[in-house]
């Protein structure tokens, strides 16, 4: 399994757990296509609990799920930080995750991060890509279609130009 998430968003955790005091946390909002997750919206949740523990606000979740699935969101994962353990679930951890089947993204309040699903009673690490490695490596792809079609003879003009425009987006990535 697979969870894609934008660099910014991904930089955007892991500076608010290395600042914080507490532990942060939140929801991951996107799209899930079978072992592939798509990560469109970081959304932080006020941690009513201090210290080593997180408990997000009540009020808060169902307002950030409500405006998400608005806009045709689901929730795909859910995120907090570790301040002083590694990023693997904890026991509390696990009971969180039998209630919400979705990755926890954990990180560390030095910039360690972790994926993690629980899937038939195992936890399973996920592996976590940010958009910009997705994208160079579908770039990698098409090259590479692309380089047998041209030396077989094959019809690469719409794929060259899809090449042309995703090699642009890239650019504009970076």
């Known amino acids: 399994m697979m969870m894609v998430i934008h660099p910014k968003d991904l930089k955007r955790i892991i500076k608010a757990a290395e600042n914080s005091r507490g532990e942060i946390c ?3 909002f996107g799209h899930r296509d079978g072992e ?13 609990l201090s210290g080593d523990a997180f408990e997000m606000e009540p009020l808060e979740m169902v307002r950030a ?5 608005k806009r045709g969101l689901e929730v795909v994962g859910i995120f907090h930080s570790h301040l002083k353990c590694p990023p693997r679930p904890s ?7 039998r209630l919400w089947p979705v990755v926890w993204l954990i990180v560390t309040s030095k910039g360690e991060v972790r994926a993690w699903i ?14 910009v490695d997705s ?3 579908d770039i990698e792809e098409l090259a590479k279609s692309v380089r047998r079609g041209m030396f077989n003879g094959g019809g690469t003009g719409k794929e060259l130009e899809e090449l042309r425009i995703e090699a642009h987006a890239q650019r504009e990535l970076d």
């Open 26 to 28: 939140g929801f991951l």
């Open 118 to 131: 629980l899937k038939e009673g195992k936890v399973e690490a996920v592996e976590v890509e940010d958009e």
């Open 91 to 97: 026991g509390r951890d696990l009971g969180g995750m």
């Open 65 to 69: 799920i409500d405006d998400a699935e």
């Open 135 to 137: 994208v160079r490596g």
């Open 36 to 48: 592939r997750i798509e990560v469109k919206e970081v959304r932080f949740v006020p941690n009513r």
